[in-house]
């Protein structure tokens, strides 16, 4: 059973104002679990083997299948037998926004189809099945994408994104995997406004035997952020995942209360938050650049998590998200299994969004 102590709550901190020394205490407490120095694995928590490149490809063909069938499956039929002619284009451009690649990225694809075919003049239409293929991976392969967590101790990684998006899944996910790395991870939830928010991610941190730092429902969440900060320098932790608030990003308040975190932990930590991600749920498509245009002006994105990958026709709009955002995206959820949230490959999505077997999973 996780050994529980008692130490006073930090005040409300003021944005520009975050104290350098311990802050005075007020009367309510904050909860922290514990665990071990060094977490092991456990009858409870095995340690996973890892995927082959085999499995790894199958995760990705099985998590794609529906984006498969709503894009290539009518361009095969498409391209199939049939001589190259202009309204091809045409055709093509009706398949790429039916799988919700939307139309700005749609249309610089087409123009680039244009010009390499006005360069290679193909007598097939079969010919751009390649084409499409090499400009789609160029797209996805525009932003660098490196390791989620570098070699600063601790590593700090801001969670943000709306609610229902499945970013506590995702935190868990990650944290599971960093676990299994050998790091030291520290949970923070942040996430004040929902009582259940932190119900939620407290269940996570006692399944996977993990660390926690929370307040009472209705703390100010930059008071958690700070003092999980302040815990992890303290217990040399490796990576911190701060959990906040899922904000609309219609509500202005709540916008400004993420900024007043992110200040708070730039405060403490010079540098930090090293990652802020923006989950997104990949079933929303084109609705989802909304919040997430809102969400790059209040804080500075280092990449996305597309979740419910596995679900979604409408999976196209990862062109988007890196065409029209400037940032990579990070991972990618494939189902509901630990594994199946994956660090996103260009190469693996392209290779099984154009795999020829629809059954191969």
Not at 46 to 72: D, F, I, M
Not at 83 to 102: C, K, N, Q, R, T
Not at 177 to 203: M, P, S
């Amino acid at each position: 059973m996780a050994n529980w102590f008692r130490r006073k709550k930090v005040p409300d901190i003021a944005a520009e104002d975050v104290p350098q020394a311990e802050p005075q205490p007020s009367e309510e407490l904050l909860s922290v679990t514990a665990v071990p120095e060094e977490p092991a694995a456990t009858d409870e928590q095995p340690v996973k083997e890892e995927l082959t490149p085999e499995g790894t490809q199958s995760v990705w063909r099985r998590g794609l299948a529906r984006l498969r069938r709503v894009l290539t499956t009518p361009l095969g039929q498409l391209f199939r037998g049939r001589p190259f002619s202009e309204e091809i284009f045409g055709e093509l451009e009706e398949a790429l926004l039916g799988a919700d690649v939307g139309v700005p990225t749609t249309t610089r694809l087409i123009e680039r189809l244009r010009e390499r075919c006005r360069k290679e003049k193909p007598t097939e239409a079969s010919a751009l099945h390649s084409y499409l293929k090499d400009e789609m991976l160029a797209v996805l392969q525009q932003q660098p994408n490196p390791p989620l967590v570098g070699k600063t101790r601790p590593w700090v990684i801001l969670m943000i994104g709306v609610n229902g998006v499945g970013k506590t899944t995702s935190i868990a996910k990650l944290a599971s995997r960093f676990r299994r790395e050998g790091k030291r991870v520290l949970l923070v939830a942040a996430d004040t406004f929902r009582a259940a928010a932190i119900e939620q991610l407290e269940a996570w941190a006692h399944r996977l035997n993990l660390e926690l730092i929370k307040h009472q429902s209705g703390a100010s969440p930059a008071a958690v952020a700070f003092d999980g900060i302040r815990a992890a320098i303290a217990r040399s932790v490796d990576v911190v995942i701060i959990d906040t608030a899922g904000r609309l990003h219609t509500k202005a308040p709540l916008m400004e209360e993420l900024k007043k975190v992110h200040r708070v932990i730039a405060r403490e930590l010079p540098g930090a938050p090293h990652e802020v991600l923006l989950v997104l749920d990949a079933s929303t498509g084109q609705n989802a650049l909304s919040q997430a245009n809102s969400f790059q002006q209040i804080s500075s994105l280092t990449g996305v998590i597309l979740a419910k990958m596995d679900g979604s026709a409408k999976g196209g709009m990862a062109f988007s998200v890196v065409e029209q955002l400037k940032v990579p995206i990070r991972c990618v959820g494939l189902g509901e299994k630990e594994e199946d949230l994956q660090d996103f490959s260009p190469e693996n999505f392209i290779d099984a969004l154009f795999s020829l077997s629809e059954g191969q999973v």
